[in-house]
């Protein structure tokens, strides 16, 4: 019990230290312009263009063309407002996190880099955001079925999901194999749901408004992931608790399905 407390304050702790996010950004001008980026792309022009057509526009629109209305807003303004930023975003972390971790393989600056280095930069910072996605997508279907079952299971598991994805960009370039950060994840699961407690606090107030709960990720989640780089790692671990287990099988057998249909596409 005394492990599980330590780790879960630890970890609750740890993403607090806001004033550590003041620290880098005083300096370094790269993480400043990131975090500045992404406050004024996701908070400023899609969180404003959110909440002046939801409080602003809707309620004076007639009633019978506001379905009409909404589906405009949606289709043309907001879905390729969150294609473009979830490139942006993508390629924006992928920097900050390059910055805070200084012995990464891929800290060389763009500058001096030939055309083809630079391509090959960015198609493996996709195909890792595509990893990370996938094992989280998996992991958030688990945190709904959990909610059929209780708010607090769901809110929990949404947390140490939140927790988890802080700080999988610092093991990717740690090049941590998958078991060993399964193993972390399942073995000190209080950090990581307390990590992630403030954060689903934040998004949990939010969840009722169309593509809000994704604008306000991605104006905090920059600063966790700072957080995430700049702490000392628990060493501490529990009994190992199997919350990966669901999501392992359905990605598994997802993987062993798709090389069996790119086989036959082959033969053919």
């Not at 807003?73 to 975003?89: C, K, T, V």
């Not at 809110?155 to 090049?175: K, N, P, V």
């Not at 399964?182 to 593509?211: D, E």
Request: charge should be positive.
């Amino acid at each position: 019990m005394r492990t599980l407390l330590y780790l879960l304050i630890k970890g609750v702790y740890d993403s607090l230290r806001f004033h550590r996010v003041m620290y880098w950004m005083s300096t370094n001008e790269t993480i400043k312009a990131r975090i500045y980026s992404a406050w004024l792309l996701n908070g400023v022009v899609m969180g404003a263009s959110i909440m002046i057509y939801n409080y602003g526009i809707a309620p004076n629109v007639p009633s019978n063309i506001l379905l009409v209305t909404d589906v405009c807003f949606q289709l043309f303004w907001l879905l390729p407002m969150y294609l473009i930023s979830s490139l942006i975003n993508t390629m924006s972390l992928q920097e900050l996190a390059e910055q805070m971790y200084p012995n990464c393989v891929h800290v060389q600056g763009t500058v001096g880099l030939s055309a083809l280095q630079k391509w090959n930069r960015i198609k493996r910072a996709m195909s890792e955001e595509v990893n990370r996605l996938c094992i989280f997508a998996v992991l958030a279907i688990q945190a709904q079925l959990l909610g059929y079952v209780n708010s607090w299971l769901f809110t929990m598991h949404y947390a140490w999901i939140y927790g988890s994805y802080c700080f999988d960009y610092l093991w990717c370039y740690q090049q941590l194999c998958l078991e060993h950060k399964f193993h972390k994840l399942q073995s000190q699961w209080p950090y990581f749901l307390g990590y992630g407690l403030v954060m689903t606090i934040c998004l949990r107030q939010c969840a009722n408004v169309p593509y809000l709960s994704y604008v306000c990720f991605h104006t905090l989640f920059p600063c966790f992931l700072i957080l995430g780089l700049d702490v000392t790692e628990p060493t501490k671990e529990l009994r190992y608790l199997p919350i990966l287990a669901p999501s392992r099988f359905v990605i598994n057998h997802f993987f062993k399905l798709l090389a069996c249909c790119c086989c036959q596409s082959v033969k053919y």
